[in-house]
């Protein structure tokens, strides 16, 4: 629990870090700020749950790294072409007609990793 | 253990016949019900108004030698705004021509004009091209020629008689690949159900026999998928031009079946054998979880080739006719089964591994 909230944490810090450095450098073009923000808290808390929840279990095993990589990357294509699009949406590169649609679909994902990472975290972490 | 060797009775469970009998059935009444007729090409395609064209028609599956004074055929812009052809002659079995005056005024004006060619003949039934002809406008319009649009309309179309696939113009014979490539995306997605739902069961209870269970449907499930994919991509080679057209449907399916295939590479790399179970266990429930989103919510909100995608129908009423029905549930049903029964055996096989082994 205490790995998912450093976790949590670090991929915020990473964001926000980001998020600054690139509009003191490049300029902001977020049209969409707060579609920007909540995106990315979003995204933080999804992968930050679904990659402990498989480092969990890719650890009890012999090449740990390498399978943290093959059995999340798959698992994250659903949530990553979400926030892509959303991200999209918040750039205000492509006109999306819809997207409290994609918001509704990402945060319905992100309540699924969360919910099941919780109840299975327990169970994994046994040995 | 029974002493008798002599003469084993050899018993099958009622389910097993029936898928037995259900597959046969598909694949017989799937091959060998043959198609309408259709029609292929039409040359020319393009023509101007207000002159007379003589339209070349091939036809597939067609007889237009029989009974040939009863061949009618019109072009259509809408509804009931059509041209009878003046005249109508059968060469042979698939080639027949039909003149038509194209009318120099249009009721509606665009820059050109797609027609569909409806023919109809008395025991062969009716038979249609849409946009078979684009009509480019006349130099002079002479508006006494708005009335011959509305002079006939399309009547006393006919059936044909028996059963037949409906043909579609894009899909043709492949429209029989319904009856497989469908039912397999079916039958692997209750399998992956199932062995979420012993993946459950062992994470309740914890006996070793769940796991061995839910990963024999994993296996089979895996191989559904994969004939999946591949009878997909026959068709879309055949209908889209391309084996992979990166088309989002083809893309969430791939990656589906990386999840399963990275839990056998999972389960490869542990040794203990309770270790495996309980963490095939967790996986399991999680990736079959994520795997709704990923095929059946996302593939619908963006643009796809595919149908039932991007505000493409699925299964609807022309595409699947009643006469298909009564081919794809026995499919679909038939399908199933046969995986149910592979899993089972390979959840015998597996026990049997584990018991001598171990």
Redo the contacts between chains.
């Keep these: 629990m205490a790995k998912v909230i450093y976790n949590l944490l670090l991929l915020v810090f990473i964001f926000v870090v980001l998020w600054s450095v690139m509009g003191i450098m490049a300029g902001d073009h977020m049209i969409r700020k707060g579609w920007f923000l909540t995106t990315g808290l979003l995204a933080s808390v999804g992968i930050s749950f679904l990659l402990t929840?498989i480092t969990s279990?890719?650890i009890?095993?012999?090449?740990n790294a390498s399978?943290t990589a093959?059995?999340g990357?798959?698992?994250m294509?659903?949530m990553l072409?979400?926030i892509l699009r959303l991200t999209a949406y918040a750039s205000g590169t492509t006109p999306d007609n819809n997207p409290w649609?994609?918001m509704t679909?990402l945060t319905?994902?992100i309540t699924?990793?969360t919910g099941?990472?919780l109840w299975?975290f327990p169970?994994?972490w046994?040995? | 253990m029974e002493e008798s060797t002599g003469n084993v009775k050899f018993r099958l469970a009622p389910w097993k016949w029936a898928a037995m009998i259900l597959l046969v059935y598909v694949f017989v009444a799937g091959w060998i019900v043959p198609l309408n007729p259709g029609i292929i090409e039409v040359s020319p395609d393009k023509a101007t108004a207000g002159e007379m064209v003589v339209l070349n028609i091939t036809g597939y599956n067609s007889s237009y030698v029989s009974d040939a004074s009863s061949h009618r055929a019109w072009l259509r812009l809408t509804g009931d705004t059509v041209i009878e052809a003046r005249h109508v002659q059968a060469w042979d079995d698939r080639h027949l021509t039909a003149s038509f005056y194209i009318p120099s005024v249009f009721p509606v004006r665009q820059d050109a004009y797609p027609l569909t060619l409806v023919i109809d003949h008395g025991t062969e039934g009716t038979s249609l091209l849409p946009n078979a002809i684009f009509i480019t406008p006349a130099q002079e319009q002479d508006t006494a020629d708005l009335k011959l649009w509305f002079q006939q309309k399309i009547t006393d179309v006919h059936k044909k008689a028996g059963i037949q696939y409906p043909f579609r113009n894009i899909l043709s014979e492949t429209i029989r690949n319904t009856y497989f490539h469908v039912p397999m995306w079916f039958a692997m997605i209750i399998l992956f159900g199932i062995s979420a739902w012993y993946s459950l069961q062992y994470y309740r209870k914890g006996q070793i026999d769940f796991d061995t269970k839910s990963v024999a449907f994993i296996k089979v499930g895996i191989i559904f998928g994969l004939l999946g994919l591949v009878t997909g991509m026959l068709w879309a080679k055949n209908t889209w031009n391309a084996y992979w057209s990166w088309d989002v449907k083809q893309n969430m399916s791939a990656i589906c079946l990386l999840i399963y295939a990275a839990l056998m590479v999972m389960r490869s790399s542990v040794e203990d054998d309770m270790q495996k179970a309980r963490l095939t266990a967790g996986y399991n429930m999680f990736a079959f979880v994520l795997l709704i989103p990923l095929l059946f919510i996302i593939p619908r909100m963006t643009d796809s080739l595919h149908p039932g995608n991007g505000g493409n129908p699925a299964l609807s009423g022309e595409d699947l006719d009643n006469t298909m029905r009564m081919v794809f549930y026995p499919a679909v049903i038939g399908f199933f089964l046969l995986g149910l029964w592979i899993s089972e055996l390979v959840y015998r096989t597996d026990r049997l591994k584990r018991s001598l082994w171990s």
């Design positions: 929840l279990i890719a009890k095993t012999q090449q399978l093959v059995m990357l798959p698992l294509i659903p072409i979400n649609n994609e679909l319905s994902i699924l990793v099941l990472s299975l169970y994994l046994r040995s």
